[in-house]
């Protein structure tokens, strides 16, 4: 299991047991959770590794599936390209590298850093 998986399960947790109130769906919000808490507690390079492993299961997931446009977990590829924003706003010097190999567009990237301070905020 992916340490990712586990610290999406830890979000919903806190989520539940501190009633934090969450606009749109708590799935995403664990998503974020997690990225956000692989990004704080882990050292860079360590941080790089588990935040590729959690990208590229998303975008297996989503080259084997059809979107379920009901299910309450979004679509993979857009859980993908979120997580790689996220990480990427966090640090865009650091890793500008890892945004072009995971091919995040540029007229996302742009947005990724407001996107990191405000799942900061959140």
């Known amino acids: ?63 084997e599936n059809t979107p379920a446009f009901w299910d309450v977990h979004g679509p993979d590829e857009q859980r993908y390209y979120n997580l790689v924003c996220i990480f990427y706003g966090a640090n865009p010097d650091l890793r500008e590298e890892l945004a072009q190999e995971l091919g995040l567009p540029e007229e996302r990237a742009i947005s990724c850093a407001e996107e990191y301070e405000l799942a900061i905020d959140s």
Do not use: C, K, R
């Not at 769906?25 to 882990?42: C, H, K, N, P, T």
């Open 1 to 63: 299991m992916q340490i990712s998986v586990v610290y999406h399960e830890l979000g919903h947790a806190v989520i539940d047991t501190i009633q934090v109130p969450i606009f749109g769906q708590e799935e995403d919000a664990a998503d974020v959770f997690s990225i956000l808490l692989i990004d704080e507690i882990f050292e860079p390079e360590i941080a790089n590794i588990i935040a590729y492993d959690a990208a590229f299961g998303f975008h297996a997931e989503a080259q």
